[in-house]
């Protein structure tokens, strides 16, 4: 049973890491953008080191993991209201999709 806690202990943390990521990532363009939500800094910053110094019992990184989630959704949410406060909201747009002989930039919509 030891041996199962220890493996969970290291999946949540690593389940903690990734959604600390894309919350840092999307976080960042919000601030780009000229938005941003204290309380998404405090988690972050309180979480990375609890998980370094290594306090949390499995019962504890549970419990972040399933936080970790809610404030990645604060976080999306702060990202869209960036992109429509700053761009207004999307619209489908007819493009040309038809090859020329000059040279030309791909825009995907990756980023927004």
């Not at 960042?28 to 309380?39: E, F, Q, S, T």
């Not at 999709?97 to 980023?111: F, K, Q, T």
């Amino acid at each position: 049973m030891m041996i199962k806690r220890l493996k969970w202990g290291y999946y949540a943390k690593e389940l903690i890491v990734y959604g600390l990521k894309g919350m840092a990532a999307y976080t960042g363009h919000a601030m780009r953008l000229g938005y941003d939500n204290p309380a998404l800094h405090e988690f972050i910053q309180r979480t990375l080191s609890d998980i370094a110094i290594g306090n949390l019992s499995v019962g504890e990184l549970t419990a972040r993991v399933l936080q970790t989630g809610t404030f990645g959704v604060q976080a999306m949410a702060l990202l869209d209201q960036a992109n429509t406060g700053s761009y207004g909201n999307p619209e489908i747009t007819e493009v040309n999709l038809g090859v020329r002989s000059n040279p030309g930039i791909l825009i995907s919509g990756h980023d927004l």
